[in-house]
């Protein structure tokens, strides 16, 4: 306990540090990006640059306090940094992974742990209903309720032909996609008080669609669906569902999928000349997930693009 005491000022300390020191935009990595590539399901400590996560210029002001979240697939990426600034808003966090995962899944554990709430960490495929519901269970046991789920797992594969799309990765795209979204939402759904949220990842490719991602695109674009028509559903009961739809973001997505040469121009197309980093879509997860924020939202469809201004 002393030592996560020491982490967390050390944490504190360095993100008061950084905040002074700011002066006009935030500098974030530019295109193009070292070509690389990982096999599936990729590892974030093998991305370079290491994706930023931390958020050190964003201060906490207990919008969460007290709550407790569970977020799937925030071993790294997306899920990673809406893990960290959900501690720091006061949340306790349960989130999954996968068994390739592990060492990505340890620093996501210990990022929270350095913002002084509990982690809790827990290994399988949200393609199995009976997994999720053993999700949902494990997070009750460990905290003892449930106020934020975060529907974020993802796989993605690109094929350049309707040909080359197999019925197995249609299968697996669907069942981790949209699948996984429903089996979570049903479990978690008992446990879920009024004034709680669920918050999906959605993306651009579910409003425009993408060539070579034909299953990956539709199975955002059902996310969407599902949102709006869930949220519909649910308001009578207090429950807030909304869903986070990114343009590029540098997560170990990518490489896992893409060849070396794409994956170094990966978001070089966007206005802003570069992929997002996740701790500039995570705050975005905070807002939702706050009924101090977003008491009257729900249904909604929020896309971060990087200045593109022509998405759906």
């Not at 990518?254 to 000349?273: H, L, Q, R, S």
Request: with cysteine; net charge neutral; aromatic share 8%.
């Amino acid at each position: 306990m002393a030592s996560t005491k020491r982490k967390t000022a050390q944490t504190k300390s360095a993100r008061k540090n950084s905040s002074a020191k700011i002066s006009g935009r935030l500098k974030q990595p530019k295109s193009p990006m070292p070509p690389q590539h990982q096999a599936k399901p990729g590892q974030e400590q093998k991305l370079k640059p290491r994706p930023h996560y931390e958020a050190p210029h964003y201060t906490g002001a207990g919008k969460l306090k007290d709550k407790v979240a569970l977020i799937t697939g925030a071993d790294s990426g997306i899920g990673r940094a809406v893990a960290v600034l959900f501690a720091r808003e006061g949340a306790d966090v349960a989130f999954t992974f996968l068994k390739e995962e592990k060492q990505d899944a340890n620093e996501t554990k210990r990022a929270v742990e350095a913002e002084g709430r509990r982690a809790y960490p827990m290994m399988g495929d949200v393609r199995e209903v009976d997994i999720c519901r053993e999700f949902v269970e494990q997070t009750l046991a460990e905290f003892g309720k449930l106020d934020i789920l975060v529907n974020n797992a993802a796989f993605q594969q690109h094929q350049e032909s309707l040909e080359e799309l197999t019925e197995e990765q249609w299968d697996q795209t669907f069942k981790t996609n949209i699948y996984g979204y429903f089996h979570m939402t049903k479990a978690a759904l008992p446990h879920l008080a009024e004034g709680s949220a669920i918050v999906n990842t959605g993306s651009i490719t579910g409003l425009e669609g993408s060539k070579e991602l034909l299953d990956y695109a539709s199975t955002k674009g059902a996310i969407h669906a599902f949102t709006k028509s869930l949220a519909q559903n649910l308001v009578e009961r207090g429950i807030r569902v909304n869903c986070v739809a990114p343009g590029p973001v540098w997560t170990p997505l990518n490489p896992a999928d893409k060849e070396p040469k794409e994956v170094a121009e990966f978001g070089a197309d966007t206005p802003f000349k570069r992929p997002a980093q996740p701790e500039e879509i995570a705050p975005a997860y905070v807002y939702f997930a706050s009924e101090i924020d977003s008491s009257y939202v729900t249904g909604e469809i929020l896309t971060l693009l990087g200045g593109e201004t022509t998405a759906g």
